[in-house]
């Protein structure tokens, strides 16, 4: 075997042999050990009491390595995140991985870290998982599948927005969508375009341990704030008032929505959430956000007019719709 063999995944490697049983001994349980983990066995047994949320998803982001993050960053972030906007403690995650023959080891080994690295900030443990390796030109490269279960402390829902409701973003939005554009297209920009992917579970906690009654959340991901905005008023027949001078967006961002005539609260964000919560406590809501974020900010506000509609004010004082996204804008963002 040569020595450029040793360091690409081959088939042996989803072939349940000895290429395998190394694979995930010397990589996977290296980088996400725990007890229930190393038991080896085809299901994990977790003990949970009370009610549950439960979530999964799939990753195939290109570019794989982005500014700000990674595929493994996504993969254990999205997840995470989507059991935070759920009300729950990520406790439990799954990863399944499929993976081309003849991806490079030390790239694997790179996502594989930026998992265990991204695990750390909420808590959660990787307890179960599989592989499979598939010949080459059949995948781009690697897919990455994870689930998620926590024990939930909250139970935030659409259902429970009443008019006079204050929405927040927890950040500035639609940075995501746009260094993914920006990496895709491979334009060097000024400034310091980054992606937001980050695990949210740290600001919903501080939220909760304040007291913070969180009426409804979601985290902003294909869609952006837009699709989220537009997903309440329609679910919950009410209607949206938006300040556009109160949406917090990075100039970058905006630079690069003007030049490709894209809508940046429709660009996808993968550490920005929307929540919304009473008016009384808006402005602590937003306080504790700032400790993490300062971009968070109030952008508007639930009202009975124009039922299942999203109305953005501009800087001049007119208004216009905030429709719901259309068409496929960028392919593959997470």
């Known amino acids: 075997m040569t020595r450029d063999t040793k360091r690409r995944i081959q ?50 982001v290109s570019p794989r390595t982005f500014k700000g993050g990674d595929l493994g960053k996504i993969a254990v972030a999205g997840t995470v995140n989507d059991l935070a906007m ?3 403690i990520p406790q439990y995650l799954s990863c399944g991985f499929i993976i081309e023959e003849g991806l490079a080891f030390s790239e694997l080994e790179q996502l594989v ?23 080459k030109g059949t995948a781009d490269g690697i897919f990455i599948n994870t689930s998620g279960v926590g024990q939930c402390i909250a139970a935030p829902s659409w259902t429970k927005l009443e008019p006079g409701d204050c929405v927040l973003v927890s950040r500035d939005v639609g940075r995501h969508g746009a260094c ?41 991901t294909r869609g952006g704030l837009s699709a989220v905005l537009n997903e309440w008023a329609a679910s919950r027949e009410l209607g949206i008032e938006v300040q556009q001078q109160q949406v917090p967006i990075a100039q970058e961002v905006q630079g690069l929505c003007e030049l490709f005539g894209f809508e940046p609260m429709e660009l996808a964000n993968e550490g920005t959430f929307v929540l919304a919560v009473s008016a009384d406590q808006a402005e602590q809501a ?28 501009t800087p001049w004082g007119s208004q216009r719709y905030l429709e719901l996204p259309k068409g496929e804008l960028l392919p593959r963002i997470c």
């Open 11 to 60: 088939l042996s490697h989803g072939g349940g042999g000895v290429e395998m049983n190394q694979l995930i001994r010397k990589l996977f349980f290296k980088y996400f050990s725990n007890e229930i983990l190393i038991r080896d066995e085809d299901a994990a047994r977790l003990e949970i009491s009370g009610p549950l949320a439960f979530t999964t998803d799939s990753f195939t």
């Open 113 to 135: 870290q930026s998992m265990a690295a991204e695990l750390e900030k909420s808590g959660a443990l990787i307890v179960c998982g599989d592989t499979k390796v598939v010949p």
């Open 86 to 88: 759920a009300g729950a």
């Open 286 to 313: 937003q306080a504790l956000l700032q400790q993490s974020q300062p971009s968070a900010a109030i952008i508007g506000t639930v009202v009975d007019a124009h039922v299942g509609k999203v109305v953005l004010t």
């Open 180 to 220: 993914i554009l920006a990496s895709r297209e491979g334009l060097a920009l000024q400034g310091d375009l980054a992606s937001d992917c980050a695990t949210l579970w740290p600001d919903v906690k501080r939220l909760l341990d304040a007291g913070i009654d969180i009426k409804a959340m979601r985290d902003a």
